[in-house]
């Protein structure tokens, strides 16, 4: 007997076709699942990375609060030095002096009002040139 015959063979693939749905239905299921459950995996691991990120910066901006609390504590250490050295009260020229000082951190583009004796600001109106003369028709 012949085992290469065309119904043989024609026998074995369609085994081999039925055994190939088989796994597919049973496969696709279970591959689907498997990766739903590796997507959730990797889900979590990415949250609880976010969340330990989220700590450390908190903890950087403690921290950084506390250096700034440190150098405020500082600062006036320093203040209440100078007030010691200047007897213990402020006066006129410190107070000068401080505002001077200060005066360093302000940007060019920072306008300061300077009250006269009413205690009203002076005014601005002659520094920007609007291209009219004010004294235009005036002989």
Do not use: H
């Not at 074995?12 to 459950?37: D, H, K, M, N, S």
């Not at 009002?113 to 002076?122: A, S």
């Amino acid at each position: 007997m012949k085992t290469s015959s065309p119904l043989f063979l024609g026998t074995i693939v369609a085994w081999l076709f039925l055994a190939f749905i088989i796994f597919g239905l049973w496969g696709c299921p279970t591959y689907r699942v498997w990766q739903q459950e590796m997507e959730g995996k990797a889900e979590f691991a990415k949250a609880e990375q976010n969340r330990r990120i989220r700590i450390e910066e908190a903890r950087a901006n403690l921290e950084a609060e506390k250096l700034n609390a440190e150098a405020e504590v500082e600062r006036a250490k320093g203040a209440a030095q100078a007030i010691k050295i200047e007897n213990g009260s402020l006066t006129s020229k410190y107070i000068q002096y401080l505002w001077v000082r200060q005066q360093s951190t302000l940007n060019d583009k920072t306008v300061i009002y300077i009250p006269t004796e009413g205690n009203l600001p002076i005014l601005e109106a002659g520094k920007r040139n609007t291209g009219v003369d004010p004294f235009e028709g005036e002989d």
